[in-house]
């Protein structure tokens, strides 16, 4: 399961925070977004991988990136790019799994190679 999840933050020190719309709060909001993959069976779910999003004005902000230790190797990845990558990675690692599926932002554009 892949979902994107906002965090509202006072500040904007962490290199993650900035005004964006988190999905939580239906309006745009000082926040961190952050991209989420969970795995599910009958038995149970666990949180196996997560990634912040950052956003490109962060991103290219090389020095608050480095003071939030994010680094100099991170580019910048839309939530989608993200969301594709995760089970991707998951499979590299030998996850079992015969399916994804993802939040309502994330679904449409979420094609994992090798999975349904």
């Known amino acids: 399961m892949v979902d994107e999840a906002g965090f509202l933050k006072k500040g904007s020190k962490p290199a993650v925070v900035q005004r ?3 999905g939580t709060a239906s309006r ?3 926040c961190q977004l952050g991209v989420f993959l969970a795995y599910a069976t009958s038995k149970g779910r666990t949180l196996i991988d997560r ?6 004005s962060q991103v290219a902000a090389r020095g608050r ?3 939030a230790a994010v680094p100099d190797t991170v580019e910048f990845a839309t939530k989608p ?4 990558a995760m089970p ?3 499979l590299a690692a030998d996850v079992q799994a015969r399916w ?3 939040g309502r932002g994330l679904r ?3 094609e994992v190679p090798g999975l349904a």
């Open 88 to 90: 991707a990675w998951a």
């Open 81 to 84: 790019v993200l969301a594709r």
């Open 28 to 30: 745009v909001e000082n």
């Open 100 to 102: 994804v599926t993802a």
């Open 65 to 67: 990136c480095r003071e």
């Open 51 to 56: 990634e912040w999003y950052l956003p490109k």
């Open 108 to 110: 449409q554009r979420l």
């Open 20 to 22: 964006q719309y988190p």
